[in-house]
Nanobody
Framework: QVQLVDSGGGLVQAGGSLRLSCAAS????????MGWFRQAPGKEREFVAA???????????GYSDSVKGRFTISRDNAKSTVYLQMNNLKPEDTAVYYC????????????????????WGQGTQVTVSS
């Protein structure tokens, strides 16, 4: 029903920046809570950031402690796209990053649990060298 295409990953040196994008095909994107998760080799997929939906462009956002202050999640409903701006990248940020959509969240809420999300992107690789 909804297709998510995430992109923007690459290889950067520690301290560098990347901007990930996730474009959605659904007509109701503006009513979806959007999240970013990541998965490093041999590790479980973990929460990174989420942004709630809002009809008045006022959003609640949440971040994992490991990225707070360095990463910023945002959305452009006109483009049906969510972004993850990643600054001051560290080697431990190396992972495949996935965007996800939660279709049944109430306005102003979000989840940190991956099982709550309904649609997923294919993932984009982020590698940070030291």
């Amino acid at each position: 029903q909804v297709q998510l295409v995430d992109s923007g990953g690459g290889l950067v040196q520690a301290g560098g920046s990347l901007r990930l994008s996730c474009a959605a095909s659904g007509r109701t994107f503006s009513r979806y809570t959007m999240g970013w998760f990541r998965q490093a080799p041999g590790k479980e997929r973990e929460f990174v950031a989420a942004i709630s939906w809002s009809g008045r462009s006022i959003y609640y956002v949440g971040y994992s402690d490991s990225v707070k202050g360095r990463f910023t999640i945002s959305r452009d409903n006109a483009k049906s796209t969510v972004y993850l701006q990643m600054n001051n990248l560290k080697p431990e940020d190396t992972a495949v990053y996935y965007c996800a959509a939660d279709r049944d969240r109430s306005s102003g809420s979000y989840s940190r649990h991956l099982q709550e999300y309904d649609y997923w992107g294919q993932g984009t690789q982020v590698t940070v060298s030291s």
